[in-house]
Nanobody
Framework: QVQLVESGGGTVQAGGSLRLSCAAS????????MAWYRQAHGKQRELVAT???????SYADSVEGRFTASRDNAKSTVYLQMNSLKPEDTAVYYC?????????WGQGTQVTVSS
């Protein structure tokens, strides 16, 4: 069974940085795409960044220019580098891997940005 495990969350002051990791139990080349989502308390889960199989990326307007998604195929890991963090970035961040019409989710990692 495919597993995705996020790590790297924590508490940081506004303006700081964090790097999230998502380690897959299978080669990430098996996924058509991987993505990062987040869910703030009381809000719907929202798409933050997408990494396509060809390596291209796309971002939500709210994080464009501050967040960078990347992948390391050799480590079967994708990353989300988050810079210039704002209190409104506070949320649980989830990793998604999509393949053959099936979505796999990680358990999430909490990111808290204090003002």
């Amino acid at each position: 069974q495919v597993q995705l495990v996020e790590s790297g969350g924590g508490t940081v002051q506004a303006g700081g940085s964090l790097r999230l990791s998502c380690a897959a139990s299978t080669s990430i080349g098996n996924f058509n795409l991987m993505a990062w989502y987040r869910q703030a308390h009381g809000k719907q889960r929202e798409l933050v960044a997408t990494i396509f199989s060809g390596g291209s990326t796309s971002y939500a307007d709210s994080v464009e220019g501050r967040f960078t998604a990347s992948r390391d195929n050799a480590k079967s890991t994708v990353y989300l580098q988050m810079n210039s963090l704002k209190p409104e970035d506070t949320a649980v961040y989830y990793c998604l891997g999509a393949t053959m019409g099936v979505n796999y989710w990680g358990q999430g990692t909490q990111v808290t940005v204090s003002s």
